[in-house]
């Protein structure tokens, strides 16, 4: 993959990423592929495919794609819908460039639990005869996540802390345990916005002057759904897919690029992510974290953006992550990043995407 | 325009009626009539599975015996609970993932008959490895649900 034909290689060539607007989802939606395209001075004609990703449950609308697909220029296009991450929508586009079939593929994802009873909705992805009469959301697994971390290692909560300030982020919450481990300031904020990216041909994206982000390698994995309890201290499908994006990117050592974004649903989750994405040994994450080499100005930064702390709508982490990379790497911070995405009710859902600027 | 935009409340208030199948419905029908946990056994891995399923997700193949499991096992993992979320019960109330004795995988439900008042206290007593024994409701309470059946700590 690191080596396709300029005509079959996807970049990401432009990105949006907007919060909340006080519109409407389908205003907001607009605007935020208006952007895009004004921005990059292009029109929807030069859009061969749309890739959508949107959840019905969070948006209040089935199927949501139909009735946010004209905000975001689906009229008389070829389009596609994801229903389980914008990181899905993304390889679905990738896929299109590498198989020639598109020149340019928009893909956008978006996420307002302003409007959703994100806690109900959470629930319904709760399989039906031996979870959901329990009940549980993101929050509650998460802390079961986490828990079966420290279970592993031995590591004190407080270790959470530490992940935080290495971020630079202001503790949005306080001391409150939500779940255990969890407190309050572990928590990402639940903000509105939308995201959008536009991935191209490198021959397209040379041919309008564009500058280029290729995707040099991909990889996707899928955990159990079944297999939890201790299982849920481990990033299985993480480590599966890292070693997938890996192989096809031909980058024999993570810990050599300029910077890796991480889905920090929990500060347990960037400690968990630091062993899948092979940047430490198993156990070692905290090792890792202490000595400075994933802070803002070490050799592998991590999360310096500020991570989903930052303000990143849910639904939409993985194409954000995405999108902060690649605005990185066009400004010049770096040519290389490695990109973690995780959707799914305990992360079980991991895709890795290894970026490269020209 | 204005500048006050306003925002349309709706309601919904559906049913589903879930197929639960052979498995799920035997597995519910020894608890709610004998007060027992039973796990099917994957005839490649040879796992004993519980919850039980009619098929072995990793193998991919039929599982195929019934084996019955626990009552004592083991806390995988857990959290307990202090914020008051929609639909859910009232804080704090502790969950934790055991595996039961003679399972291979773990199984998720409420640990009660713990104070959790003090989370780090709480925390320490749920903390991983620790032994629990299933507790399994009164016959005539049962309905062949995931609550008819807790957890406590062993001492």
Redesign the interface.
């Known amino acids: 993959m690191s080596a396709l034909p300029a005509d079959t290689q996807p970049c990401l060539v432009a990105t949006t990423r907007r919060g909340p607007t006080g519109d409407s989802l389908e205003e907001s939606l607009y605007g935020t592929v208006r952007a895009l395209l004004d921005g990059a001075g292009l029109g929807l004609d030069d859009i061969d495919h749309i890739a959508i990703a949107s959840s019905d449950g969070l948006d209040g609308r089935a199927i949501s794609s139909m009735v946010t697909g004209p905000a975001v220029g689906v009229y008389r296009h070829d389009t596609i819908n994801s229903s389980s991450s914008g990181e899905h929508a993304l390889i679905l586009a990738c896929l299109r460039i590498m198989a020639g079939r598109s020149r340019t593929v928009l893909t956008v994802n978006w996420g307002h639990p302003s409007e959703a009873p994100v806690d109900a909705v959470q629930r319904l992805e709760l399989e039906p005869f031996f979870h959901r009469g329990l009940g549980g959301n993101h929050t509650v697994f998460h802390g079961l996540q986490a828990s079966a971390y420290l279970g592993r290692t031995g590591l004190d909560p407080g270790v959470a802390d530490e992940v935080l300030r290495k971020n630079g982020v202001a503790a949005q919450g306080g001391d409150e345990v939500v779940a255990w481990p969890l407190r309050a300031r572990h928590l990402p904020p639940q903000v509105d916005g939308s995201v959008a990216v536009l991935v191209a041909s490198a021959a397209w994206a040379a041919s309008r002057g564009l500058p280029a982000v290729h995707v040099t390698g991909i990889g996707w994995n899928t955990s159990s759904f079944w297999e939890r309890g201790a299982a849920l201290g481990r990033l299985e499908s993480l480590a599966a897919a890292a070693a997938q994006a890996y192989g096809r990117a031909g980058l024999p050592d993570p810990a050599a690029v300029d910077f890796v974004e991480t889905t920090d649903l929990t500060p347990f989750h960037e400690l968990m992510a630091y062993e899948a994405l092979g940047l430490c040994g198993d156990g070692e994450a905290v090792d890792l974290l202490r000595s400075g080499a994933t802070a803002p100005d070490g050799a592998t930064p991590v999360n310096r953006s500020g991570g989903l702390h930052a303000g990143v709508p849910p639904f939409a982490h993985g194409l954000d992550r995405v999108a902060v990379a690649a605005e990185a790497l066009l400004a010049g911070q770096g040519r290389r990043a490695l990109v973690h995405a995780a959707s799914g009710l305990a992360a079980q859902n991991n895709s890795v995407f290894v970026l490269r600027s020209e | 325009m204005t500048d006050a935009?306003r925002?349309i409340e709706?309601k919904w208030d559906l049913t589903?009626r879930?197929a639960?199948g052979p498995v799920?419905s035997h597995f519910y029908d020894r608890l709610q009539s004998d007060g027992v946990l039973v796990g099917r056994r994957c005839p490649q891995c040879t796992r004993v599975?519980v919850?039980p399923?009619s098929f072995c997700?990793?193998c991919y193949v039929d599982t195929e015996d019934w084996i019955e499991v626990g009552p004592e096992g083991v806390v995988?993992?857990?959290?307990?609970?202090?914020?008051e979320?929609?639909?859910?019960?009232e804080p704090p109330y502790a969950?934790a993932?055991?595996?039961l004795d003679g399972a291979d995988?773990?199984?998720?439900?409420?640990v009660r008959g713990l104070d959790l008042r003090e989370?780090v206290a709480?925390?320490a007593a749920l903390?991983?490895?620790t032994r629990a024994r299933l507790v399994v409701d009164e016959p005539q309470r049962r309905q062949g649900?995931?609550?008819d059946f807790w957890f406590e700590l062993l001492p």
């Open positions: 935009t925002t709706e589903y879930h639960a799920v599975l919850p399923r997700d990793r995988e993992t857990f959290t307990v609970v202090y914020r979320f929609q639909s859910l019960p969950m993932y055991v595996r995988t773990a199984i998720l439900n409420y989370p709480a925390a903390r991983p490895g649900r995931i609550t």
